[in-house]
């Protein structure tokens, strides 16, 4: 495939390319700077150095793509401005260039947090009313909802990709995230999954056929526990933690749809058949 690819040198995008280049695929990248993406043209990729915001930088290279995969955003340490600029209106700045170039394609990657914590009964679907609580899945929520516009209005090939907690491959997430961890109740769980299986859903959802305007839970087969999570990385449960109220189906997600569809199935199922490949 020929794909195009933004946000390659952050958490997710920078294991993302690799893989595919691995695999044959003819790789573009969008990057601000392409010194910093250097590692990634020496393996093969072709950099586009460029504003999300200025189609003009790139919209020429969006011709003959099979796909693109919109993977940059702004996470957490951004004012809620910022994260909107980036994560709403580049967005849409991107899709527009995507229609205007022919891309048959356009997989954007979103997060679990658009759900929110609500009176849920079971794990969240992706039918189920969104709730997101701070500005990152406020603004992936409010960008999925003008891409399904553009989709219906002017026939984006859309495919929405909802990730959970990823991490893997020497990814610092999860010990960036275990101080705010700690203040959570112990037996909360989480859905997580293996940078593998987010480069696998991903895939996935760029090469299947006739499933535009789709939105797809990726997650492994184990939600993983806060109390097992800071265990596992030799970290103590505050006794304050205890008291804490949680939601128990806040952060977990139904895969029934990727797996029936997509034919979706974990390499990693669990965080411990990661550790124990060595592939944390």
Do not use: C
């Not at 700077?33 to 150095?49: N, P, R, T, V």
């Not at 022919?102 to 079971?122: E, I, L, M």
């Not at 010990?175 to 203040?183: I, S």
């Not at 749809?257 to 990661?274: G, H, Q, V």
Request: hydrophobic share 40%.
């Amino acid at each position: 495939m020929n794909i195009f690819v933004t946000g390659a040198t952050g958490k997710v995008g920078s294991r993302f390319a690799p893989r595919m280049l691995q695999r044959g695929h003819q790789v573009k990248l969008l990057v601000r700077d392409a010194a910093k993406a250097d590692w990634l043209h020496q393996q093969g990729a072709e950099l586009i150095e460029g504003d999300l915001l200025q189609p003009d930088d790139y919209v020429g290279a969006l011709r003959g793509t099979d796909a693109v995969i919109h993977l940059a955003a702004q996470f957490r340490g951004v004012d809620e401005a910022t994260a909107r600029i980036s994560n709403l209106d580049g967005s849409i700045a991107l899709a527009r260039a995507a229609l205007q170039a022919g891309a048959p394609r356009f997989v954007f990657a979103s997060t679990n947090n658009v759900y929110g914590s609500g009176n849920r009964s079971r794990p969240s679907r992706e039918d189920d009313e969104l709730s997101p609580s701070f500005a990152y899945p406020q603004t992936k929520a409010a960008a999925e909802t003008a891409l399904l516009q553009l989709h219906r209005e002017q026939g984006l090939g859309l495919r929405i990709v909802r990730l959970p907690f990823v991490y893997g491959e020497r990814d610092p997430h999860i010990m960036e995230f275990l101080p705010l961890m700690r203040n959570w109740n112990p037996a909360k769980r989480m859905h997580m999954a293996h940078h593998a299986d987010v480069a696998q859903a991903l895939m996935l959802a760029a090469s299947t056929p006739g499933i535009d305007g789709r939105i797809y839970n990726v997650a492994d087969d184990a939600p993983l526990s806060v109390a097992e999570l800071l265990q596992l990385h030799h970290s103590e449960v505050p006794a304050e933690a205890l008291q804490q109220e949680y939601d128990p189906w806040d952060m977990l997600v139904d895969t029934t749809r990727i797996r029936d569809e997509l034919n979706y199935r974990p390499i990693y199922p669990s965080f411990y058949t990661a550790r124990d490949a060595g592939a944390i």
